[in-house]
């Protein structure tokens, strides 16, 4: 039977139109950004005209040769009445304006509301119709995706159950003192680090990351790095085979087959795999800021930490198109990480106080909620009001708000006693349970705490122990478990501090922090890496080595940069490997090293040696492993010289 012409046109048509599709971060329910160009976007036939209509603006475009499209809607007032935006012949019905944000991070962001007490018993008043929710599902990717199966939901008993508790509160409390719809993007998974959040260029932006970016990149299925990588060994096979035969024929040994370089798996712990899979497929949804709680899956590397922290949102910036892209998050709680050493937690906090330095950033502190027998305290209502405080604030102009907590500003040496002063502390400082201050600590020249009594005088914290007459320095809840009840008069708690961490004022800067070196014997097992990060924990993740060929000495060389006075060097071990006795040198041209000092380490401690010596100038630092351990320590071989990080000073 043949069509009529009028049937076979109307038939032709309703297929094309049928081709227009929508990503689902566009479904029913959603909320579009106020006050910013909103992007639209999806696929049909190539060439097809698109036209997209939402609120009286029609904005038309066609699919290119890959059938993608994209327009952009002018910027609008926020909009509680439900509207329909059109694309083609798609429809997403009951379209609200208003504001969006994407909530993201681990365990602690994904916790549902339906997980604790205090939360389960919300859901049941949870009908907000002007409060939308989308949950983005856990899903991998070692390339970024367009589109992820996910839809948007009204705030109901039904809906909030599983969803984020913080994210919940943290819209609900937009919503109610903004007066205007809200929805909230959640891509959270439990047990997750920062790097597979982050995409590849966002590694680039930071130049700390870019080794670890180019290692990354070398490992990423389809890139031109990985390929290379593998041509490379497909000739060294070629080789190989080659010298098989020869070994075979002449009766010898073969040869052991060069080994195949590493590939990342597609899991969640490989970097990237979620920035590709849980928040690309988003891009370039306009939202106005982003709220993050992570870092217990990477509370042990330091100073590291701000720096991953610094290519997530080089990364997410980027792909959103907003280089002032709001980013609050969680200073993350205490909690006793086993039988970890106690200050490696606050060692952490410092890096995220370091992450403030970051523009439009903001941090929530949460140690007085904190429950050291449990890595998901309760109270996550809190948490997102905390979290709200800095939206309120910094976003939306609440100047009146001030969302930190007071934050060590200062301190001085005052005969018997020192002072610490303090920032955000207008309203006045107070004891959160009316006791005396705890966990305030000073010390001497020796450098041994001990338990301060503190008092609190306008701004600031006067300090005093009869077992230290002439202080030197001082800490605050310097402890995995410190639960400090220090606060502002609004309620907000003081964040731990140290006088002398990580820059110890005595002795003035490191002067190798970031500098580069050079190996006699490079480490081709990714760890020739981290001598000069600034990070000297127990079992630092940057950790140095040097290779495993059996010849001693071997050395590694740092250098300053240029010629200056030092006279202080402290070179640091990890529990792990075998490094014993380590010599120091020093040189104005790299070639002329005079020793400056020894030290014989132990086996399996972290320890810490200073070799001080006359002020002389200085470019280069030699740090010379003379022998080894005989027995093991972590089961690496005894060849292997592990150094968790060199430093050089010139203390006064």
Request: net charge neutral.
């Amino acid at each position: 039977m043949k069509l009529r012409p009028a049937l076979a046109f109307l038939l032709l048509a309703s297929a094309s139109h049928a081709a227009v599709k929508l990503p689902s971060v566009f479904t029913d329910h959603l909320v579009l950004q106020r006050d910013k160009p909103v992007p639209v976007w999806g696929k049909a036939e190539p060439g097809e005209e698109v036209t997209v209509e939402f609120a009286g603006q029609k904005k038309i475009t066609k699919a290119g040769a890959d059938g993608k499209w994209s327009v952009t809607l002018d910027p609008m007032t926020a909009n509680a009445e439900p509207q329909v935006l059109k694309a083609g012949n798609a429809a997403v019905q009951d379209v609200l304006v208003g504001e969006v944000w994407l909530a993201s991070g681990q365990s602690n962001m994904e916790w549902e509301m339906a997980w604790k007490p205090d939360t389960q018993a919300e859901i049941p008043s949870a009908n907000h119709p002007n409060l939308r929710l989308l949950k983005i599902p856990k899903t991998v990717a070692l390339s970024p995706q367009d589109d992820v199966p996910a839809a948007w939901a009204r705030s109901t008993p039904e809906t909030v159950g599983a969803f984020s508790a913080v994210g919940y509160h943290f819209g609900l409390r937009l919503q109610e003192e903004l007066k205007v719809p809200v929805g909230i993007i959640l891509s959270a998974w439990g047990g997750t680090r920062i790097e597979p959040w982050t995409s590849i260029e966002g590694f680039e932006a930071v130049p700390e990351m870019k080794d670890f970016a180019a290692s990354t990149r070398a490992q990423l299925p389809g890139s031109d790095a990985y390929r290379a990588a593998n041509e490379k060994h497909l000739a060294a096979i070629e080789q190989w085979t080659q010298a098989v035969r020869a070994a075979l024929e002449k009766k010898q040994a073969v040869p052991a087959m060069p080994a195949q370089p590493a590939a990342l798996p597609a899991n969640h712990v490989s970097p990237t795999s979620l920035y590709n899979a849980m928040i690309h497929p988003l891009v370039p949804y306009a939202i106005r800021g982003s709220i993050w709680y992570q870092g217990e899956s990477n509370h042990n590397e330091g100073f590291a930490y701000t720096d991953k922290t610094k290519a997530l949102l080089a990364s997410w910036r980027s792909v959103f198109k907003n280089a002032d892209l709001p980013f609050y998050f969680v200073q993350i709680a205490p909690w006793q990480y086993g039988a970890e050493d106690v200050e490696i937690l606050p060692q952490f906090w410092q890096a995220q106080v370091a992450c403030l330095k970051i523009p439009h950033t903001g941090m929530a502190v949460i140690t007085d909620i904190g429950e050291v027998a449990d890595i998901h305290p309760a109270h996550k209502k809190e948490v997102a009001r905390r979290l709200s405080l800095w939206a309120l604030s910094k976003t939306y102009s609440r100047s009146e708000i001030d969302p930190s907590g007071p934050l060590y500003a200062s301190h001085a040496v005052e005969g018997s006693s020192i002072r610490v002063k303090f920032d955000h502390a207008a309203s006045g400082l107070a004891a959160r349970d009316g006791k005396p201050l705890s966990h305030f600590e000073i010390g001497g020249s020796d450098g041994v705490f001990h338990p301060a009594e503190a008092k609190i005088e306008g701004d600031s914290v006067i300090l005093t122990s009869a077992a230290v007459p002439q202080p030197r320095r001082a800490r605050f809840a310097w402890s995995k478990l410190a639960i400090a009840n220090l606060m502002d008069k609004d309620g907000l708690p003081a964040t731990a501090f140290h006088t002398h961490w990580p820059v110890d004022p005595d002795m003035g800067s490191n002067l190798a922090k970031g500098c580069t070196w050079e190996s006699s014997d490079k480490n081709t097992y990714g760890w020739d890496t981290g001598l000069t990060d600034g990070s000297t924990l127990p079992n630092p993740p940057n950790c140095y080595a040097t290779s495993n060929t059996d010849q001693f000495p071997k050395h590694v060389t740092v250098d300053l940069k240029k010629a200056q006075p030092i006279n202080l060097v402290r070179v640091a071990v990890p529990e792990i490997g075998s490094t014993k006795t380590v010599a120091v040198s020093i040189s104005t041209d790299g070639k002329t090293f005079r020793e400056v000092g020894k030290h014989a380490y132990s086996l399996g401690k972290a320890e810490s040696a200073a070799y001080s010596f006359a002020e002389a100038e200085a470019r280069y630092i030699r740090v010379t492993y003379l022998d080894h351990h005989k027995d093991l320590a972590g089961n690496f071989p005894n060849t292997f010289a592990f150094t968790s990080e060199v430093e050089a000073y010139k203390v006064k």
